[in-house]
């Protein structure tokens, strides 16, 4: 049987005879998050089993014995020449009294056991460190978390699917490839933008151009040059323009809008043109309307004059190369640098290399390269930015890329080109030291979308606090799939901690003295996952990140706001 087709009673059984998997943990953790009913079924069947274990403990009859209660099927009947059996006269209330008398007891030890189990669901069964337990304990109270049982949400009519040498206007932010877009105007100062709207109409603006997005079906276009390709899907697809109303038919046409007017062409089917005061008008493939001061003229179409997908693609094709090219430049130039502790490019052609090769290239004196290269466990080498390199991906709990790196440092900074697919855990790990012993950093993502970064400020947990340093959420679902570039530097000079998305600054904080560490170090420690099972049940948490990583470079120094920003400029896809 799949787990998924697993019910609630068939799962807490394998529960209690010890033989649940983890993906029937991970079921039952699920229902019990989802469902009152199933929370209250769950406490009964712990008090029940507590009641059970009394009785048995006390030395009476086994609460499962059938000549007590009838919970087993019942004796075939009598033969008809034998003689019935006469019931036995049992003390009655004195085994009532003690039944209540074990269902009270069993209540509150029912209570004590669900915690207990509870804890089970979450965390594996591992008895955690004592700095494991505490740095978990605090996260319930320290850092706010998502209402698990509402469901995820994002909003938007449409989204930006291709740019190329796309230049935004002052008035609207600086849009990217996979951003949703909301009701309201976009505004291209040069360029191309494809635009895809949700009901299955696709736009391609020519710079300059000004839309106004009003609704998943429609839109305004202002001014500029718009191609627009709606299958019979999304048939019915209106753009306004002057006091006129263009209504898609399933085919695809082209708009551009001046000062002296507006023309409509159709390259393929026919729409239907709509005016105040005036029959509407049906255009079909090859004819055209020009309106020029209140006057209109037909037009043959001129399909040359717009840009059309597949010639946008090819132009985003030469322009993804060039970035590439570009990158891969700055790249062989950023792993001179001397700050640089450890730097995996991910751009080997080897996808059958379990290594992760360190492309930092040591000073006189130092340790070879290859003794940062990192072991990689379960994840796997996909495309990464662009076709022609890697990235790693991380699915399953035990992903994880092992890294050992010796010696002791003051300042850092962590930059990583990032691609979440769901934040499932309370921590994402981005990069984790094993042990997490004084002067070690913890790098990582938590499930409310915010970055968070701390360095151990003590041997011992009475020692003072590390400082959390977290930044306002900056990831949703409908960032899911879309290259991130995130960076924190550790400032021990300036005694600040810095966080930043797709170079530039999100958050700042100081560092207060008595959590300030002066001498850092990482030694063991896991990319993508956090540590390794250090019981002899091999238990460990879980925190591996659900997504891609690509490009990770680790330096010891603090790196200035313009050099996160020119790491992301020349990086982004």
């Not at 009673?9 to 998997?21: F, H, P, Y």
């Amino acid at each position: 049987m799949m787990a998924n087709d697993q019910t609630l009673d068939e799962l807490l059984i394998e529960l209690e005879s010890g033989s649940i998997s983890e993906q029937q943990r991970e079921l039952l953790r699920s229902k019990l998050r989802e469902s009152e009913e199933a929370r209250k079924q769950f406490l009964q069947w712990q008090m029940l089993s507590a009641a059970m274990q009394l009785e048995s403990a006390s030395g009476g009859m086994p609460i499962g014995d059938d000549a007590s209660i009838g919970l087993v099927a019942s004796q075939p009947d009598p033969q008809p020449d034998s003689t019935p059996v006469q019931p036995t006269n049992r003390p009655k209330p004195r085994l009532a009294l003690r039944w209540k008398s074990l269902l009270t007891l069993a209540a509150g030890v029912g209570l004590c056991l669900l915690a207990t189990r509870w804890a089970y669901l979450e965390w594996g069964g591992q008895l955690a460190k004592l700095r494991m337990a505490a740095e978990q304990t605090q996260s319930a109270t320290d850092f706010p978390s998502q209402a698990r049982n509402a469901e995820a949400t994002a909003s938007g009519i449409a989204m930006v699917t291709r740019l190329v040498d796309a230049k935004w206007d002052d008035t609207t932010p600086n849009l990217e490839i996979g951003t949703a877009l909301k009701p309201g105007a976009v505004s291209l100062q040069s360029g191309y933008a494809q635009i895809e709207f949700f009901c299955g109409a696709t736009v391609v603006l020519e710079g300059p151009a000004q839309m106004e997005l009003i609704s998943s079906t429609s839109a305004k276009f202002l001014r500029g040059r718009l191609r627009a390709t709606v299958p019979p899907a999304a048939r019915g697809f209106e753009i306004d323009v002057d006091d006129m109303k263009v209504v898609d038919l399933g085919t695809e046409f082209g708009l551009a809008v001046t000062d002296k007017g507006a023309d409509v062409q159709v390259f393929d089917g026919e729409v239907e043109l709509h005016r105040s005061g005036a029959e509407k008008q049906l255009l079909t493939a090859g004819q055209a309307i020009q309106r020029d001061n209140e006057q209109l003229s037909h037009l043959a179409a001129t399909p040359d004059q717009f840009v059309d997908l597949a010639s946008l693609d090819t132009q985003a094709r030469g322009q993804t190369a060039q970035r590439y090219q570009r990158w891969l430049a700055y790249s062989r130039k950023l792993r001179k640098d001397s700050r640089l502790i450890a730097y995996y490019a991910m751009d080997e052609t080897q996808p059958w290399n379990r290594k992760l090769l360190n492309k930092a290239e040591p000073s006189k004196g130092e340790l070879a390269a290859s003794e940062y290269d990192g072991a990689i466990v379960g994840a796997s080498r996909i495309a990464g930015r662009w076709r022609d390199k890697d990235s790693l991906e991380f699915k399953q709990p035990g992903d994880r890329v092992r890294v050992n790196v010796p010696g002791e440092f003051r300042s850092l900074t962590f930059a990583v080109w990032v691609k979440i697919d769901s934040l499932d855990r309370w921590y994402n790990s981005l990069f984790l030291t094993d042990s997490y012993q004084k002067g070690e950093p913890h790098w990582q993502i938590l499930d409310t979308g915010q970055l968070f970064f701390s360095v151990r400020a003590a041997e011992s947990v009475s020692g003072p606090e590390h400082k959390k340093v977290l930044s306002p959420p900056f990831w949703n679902p409908s960032l899911s799939g879309r290259w991130l570039h995130l960076a924190t530097t550790y400032d021990v000079d300036a005694k600040q901690t810095i966080h930043y998305l797709n170079g530039k600054q999100i958050h700042q904080e100081t560092i207060p003295d008595f959590q300030l560490v002066e001498t850092t170090r990482i030694g063991m420690a896991s990319i993508g996952n956090w540590s390794m099972p250090t019981k002899e049940d091999d238990h460990f948490a879980v925190r591996n990140l659900n997504g891609s990583l690509d490009e990770l470079a680790i330096f010891k120094a603090a790196l200035s706001p313009e050099e996160i920003a020119q790491m992301y400029e020349h990086g982004r896809p």
